[in-house]
């Protein structure tokens, strides 16, 4: 049974970093894609980052790109999604997803397995 558990997420002000974590059970990680997304209230789940299961490519979301950077450390079947200059319109519960494979994906539906996600705020 797969199994992911995010941690790191907390209350910070405009402008402060956070580094989320995402540890998985279940599954033989280096065969994963790991991806981020998140959910605002009132708001559809959307993506945020990716990477591929070797750690070669990894994707971003454009709102995102240049602040955040994921990396995974498969030894630990860890992944983490690192968070700078963070802004309130980055206020949102954080969703761990994984999907068997090698290709980076952006596409929700394409991963089946999820974390029950971490919230993060951010204030002005």
């Known amino acids: 049974q797969v199994q992911l558990v995010e941690s790191g997420g907390g209350l910070v002000q405009a402008g402060d970093s956070l580094r989320l974590a995402c540890t998985a059970s279940g599954l033989t990680f280096r065969l994963y894609v790991m991806g981020w997304f998140r959910q605002a209230p009132g708001r559809e789940r959307e993506f945020v980052a990716a990477i591929s299961s070797s750690s070669s490519s990894t994707v971003y979301a454009d709102s995102v790109k240049g602040r955040f950077t994921i990396s995974r450390d498969n030894a630990k079947n860890t992944v983490y999604l690192q968070m700078n200059s963070l802004n309130p319109e980055d206020t949102a519960d954080y969703y761990c997803?994984?999907?068997?494979?090698?290709?980076?994906?952006?596409?929700?539906?394409?991963?089946?397995?999820w974390g029950r996600g971490t919230q993060v705020t951010v204030s002005s």
């Open positions: 997803a994984g999907r068997y494979g090698t290709v980076a994906l952006s596409t929700a539906s394409t991963y089946p397995d």
